[in-house]
């Protein structure tokens, strides 16, 4: 669970969620200000004046390569990365649909099991 005592300004969305989830009602949370302020955590969301309880948040897990991961795959010329759910391998993938390249896993460690993605540009 995320450290309580920690600023609201250095809670992860997903740590805030799992605080949220934790607990059977607000007056037990950490972001709970009382009746006049409730959840701050609800009022920073809140989109056009509705709030978004934190149980019904959902997030984009995306990959994202680190600047080494970026860089052997431009060298290489890959343009997608694939490793399935039980493998091992990391495949990249060149602009023809060709597999270019075969890397053990541990030297892919952004790229996680049952991953499908775009090299980015730049």
Not at 43 to 54: D, E, M, Y
Not at 66 to 75: D, G, N, Q, S, W
Not at 79 to 86: K, S, Y
């Amino acid at each position: 669970m995320a450290q309580v005592g920690k600023p609201l300004k250095d809670w992860t969305f997903g740590e805030a969620q799992e605080e949220c989830l934790h607990k059977t009602n607000c007056y037990g949370c950490s972001f709970y200000r009382g009746k006049a302020e409730g959840c701050t955590v609800r009022r920073a969301l809140s989109v056009n004046g509705k709030f978004l309880w934190p149980i019904n948040w959902e997030f984009e897990n995306e990959a994202k390569l680190t600047e080494p991961e970026l860089a052997i795959c431009r060298v290489i010329g890959g343009t997608r990365l694939t490793r399935g759910n039980n493998d091992e391998y990391v495949l990249l993938w060149g602009p023809d649909g060709e597999v270019v390249a075969k890397f053990v896993a541990s030297k892919f460690p952004s790229v996680q099991k049952g991953t499908d993605m775009e090299v980015p540009d730049g």
